[in-house]
């Protein structure tokens, strides 16, 4: 069966890290893009990040770039999120999410984007003093 | 960045009859548009790719239609599994962007 279980979320104080993963199993995780995906209390979803399947491109929102870090580690089946300099508005629970576009060889160097077919269940995520 | 604009923000309608959500692009995504369906508590589910072709496992009630700016999504006859939010996202221009959302709720 195909899964995602994210993991690493928790309360965090203005300014504190955290860092987030992402466990895949039943696919071939490296064959893969994956994406961060957000959803404050109450709110829409918002993308966050985005990563390449051998992990060399990545993508971010403006509301996250320079303070978040994706990565992967396709030995693992692991996907990973470091959140650095946290804020109230990043208060959300976060999704990790398989893109459904199959790469392989070169063209997973290459970040692309197909929709996002398995999403995880989510971890929470919540910045207060 | 591409904006989505869903409308209507909320669709109040009954089980059995039909439904029709549209999501409007700030400039061309081409056919690069997903719909998702996400119920309460639960992660997003995708529904439609490419605009029109409908995941793995999902029903042919879900239809969905539209390339350029101007898409929709056609729910046939809603089930009671059908009342929760949608939402759009492109994958046409980096960053991704999801539209709003529309509510389906029970009339």
């Known amino acids: 069966e195909v899964q995602l279980l994210e993991s690493g979320g928790g309360l965090v104080q203005p300014g504190g890290s955290l860092r987030l993963s992402c466990a895949a199993s039943?696919?071939?995780?490296?064959?893969?893009?994956m994406n961060w995906v957000r959803q404050a209390p109450g709110k829409g979803l918002e993308w966050v990040s985005g990563?390449?399947?051998?992990?060399?491109?990545?993508f971010y929102a403006d509301s996250v770039k320079g303070r978040f870090t994706i990565s992967r580690d396709n030995s693992k089946n692991t996907l990973f999120l470091q959140m650095n300099s946290l804020r109230g508005e990043d208060t959300a629970v976060y999704y990790c999410a398989k893109d459904r576009g199959y790469c392989s060889g070169a063209s997973c160097h290459r970040l692309s984007w197909e929709a996002s077919d398995i999403w995880g269940q989510g971890t929470m995520v919540t910045i207060s003093s | 960045e591409i904006v989505l604009t869903q409308s209507p923000a909320t669709l109040s309608l009954s089980p059995g009859e039909r439904a029709t959500l549209s999501c409007r692009a700030s400039q061309s995504v081409s056919s690069s548009l997903a719909w998702y369906r996400q119920k309460p508590g639960q992660a997003p589910r995708l529904l439609i790719y490419?605009?029109?072709n409908r995941a793995t496992g999902i029903p042919a009630r879900f239809s969905g239609s539209g390339s350029g700016t101007d898409f929709t999504l056609t729910i046939s006859s809603l089930e009671p599994e059908d009342f929760a939010v949608y939402y759009c996202?492109?994958?046409?221009?980096?960053?991704?962007?999801f539209g709003g959302g529309t509510k389906v709720e029970i009339k």
């Open positions: 039943g696919f071939t995780f490296s064959n893969y893009a």
């Open positions: 990563i390449s399947g051998s992990g060399y491109t990545t």
């Open positions: 996202q492109q994958g046409s221009n980096w960053p991704l962007t």
């Open positions: 490419d605009a029109s």
